[in-house]
C-alpha cells in the first residue's frame, strides 16, 4: 500500500509537470541578441521612409523563463513626412527555447490614424488577453497551442530549416493579429541572387499569400527576399498595391550571427 501511494504521487507530479510544461523546443539557429537591420523604403520612385528590426542586447525573463525582447520601428522621413506621418512601434517578447511570443504591443500613428494594443498570451490556458487602449476594452480569445504574433512569426519562420524546399512549397505559421487566428503562409518561389547598395546576395525568394481586395489585387502582389545563409535575414520586400508600389531595401545591419552571404 505504501509503494502504491509513493508511485501514485510520483505520477501526479510527473502529470503535473507536463501540464505546466507544454511548450516546444524549437533550436534558433538564425539570430541572437543584438542584433539590427534597418530598411529604406520607397514608395514608387520616392524615398518614403526607414524600418528597422532589432533584438535587444540584454537578458530578460518572463515568468522565469528567457526571452528576447524584438523592437520593430517604421516611420515616414523627407517630404513624405509631411503627406502622410507614419510612427509604428512593434514589440514582442518571445521564449528563447520555444520561439512563442508572451507578450506582444502594437502601438500605431498613421496619420493620425491610432491603435494601443497589448496582447497577454497564456499559451498553458490557450489564451490571449487583448487589451485595446485607444477603445478602453479588454477581450479574451481562445487559441491554439504555439501560437505566434506578427513579429514572432517571422523570427520562428528564420529558424526553419529550407535546405530541401521545393519551389512551390508552402510554409505555414498559425498567426493571431487584429484579434483573429489565422494562417501566416508564405509559398517559395526559388533561389535568387539579387543586385543591391551591399552587393549581390543570393536569396530565398517567397510570396506571401495576400487576401485580396482593397490593398492588393492578386494574392501573390508581395515578394521577399531572405538572405540564403544561416541568418535568413529579409534584403528587400517588394508589393505592388492599388495605389503603386512600395519596396524596401536592407540598409544596413549589426550583430549577425552568422557571416552574411555577400558576394562583393
Not at 528563447?96 to 502594437?106: A, D, G, M, T, Y
Not at 497564456?122 to 485595446?132: F, G, L, P, Y
Not at 506578427?150 to 512551390?168: E, M, Q
Request: glycine share 6%; hydrophobic share 40%.
Amino acid at each position: 500500500m505504501k509503494r502504491f501511494s509513493v508511485l501514485s504521487l510520483a505520477l501526479i507530479i510527473l502529470a503535473f509537470n507536463s501540464n505546466a510544461q507544454p511548450f516546444r523546443v524549437v533550436e534558433n539557429s538564425s539570430f541572437q541578441k543584438g542584433e539590427k537591420l534597418t530598411f529604406r523604403i520607397h514608395y514608387g520612385w520616392i524615398d518614403a521612409g526607414e524600418a528597422t528590426m532589432e533584438v535587444v542586447n540584454k537578458e530578460l525573463y518572463h515568468d522565469g523563463r528567457k526571452v528576447h525582447h524584438i523592437i520593430g520601428k517604421g516611420y515616414t522621413t523627407g517630404s513624405f513626412d509631411y503627406f502622410f506621418k507614419v510612427r509604428d512601434t512593434y514589440e514582442t517578447y518571445l521564449d528563447e527555447q520555444s520561439l512563442i511570443p508572451w507578450v506582444f504591443e502594437r502601438n500605431v500613428d498613421e496619420g493620425g490614424y491610432f491603435i494601443k494594443h497589448k496582447q497577454l498570451f497564456n499559451h498553458r490556458a490557450k489564451k490571449v488577453i487583448v487589451t485595446d487602449y485607444v477603445n478602453k476594452s479588454v477581450k479574451t480569445f481562445d487559441v491554439p497551442l504555439n501560437i505566434q504574433d506578427l513579429v514572432s512569426a517571422y523570427y520562428y519562420a528564420r529558424c526553419l530549416n529550407y535546405d530541401t524546399i521545393k519551389v512551390g512549397d508552402t510554409v505555414a505559421v498559425t498567426t493571431f493579429f487584429d484579434s483573429e487566428i489565422f494562417p501566416l503562409k508564405v509559398k517559395f518561389a526559388g533561389r535568387e541572387t539579387i543586385n543591391t547598395a551591399l552587393g549581390k546576395i543570393p536569396c530565398l525568394k517567397f510570396h506571401p499569400m495576400l487576401q485580396t481586395g482593397r490593398i492588393f489585387t492578386e494574392q501573390e502582389d508581395m515578394s521577399v527576399w531572405f538572405s540564403d545563409d544561416g541568418n535568413h535575414i529579409p534584403v528587400r520586400i517588394e508589393a505592388q498595391i492599388v495605389v503603386g508600389s512600395v519596396k524596401a531595401d536592407l540598409k544596413a545591419y549589426e550583430g549577425l550571427k552568422h557571416p552574411f552571404g555577400i558576394k562583393n
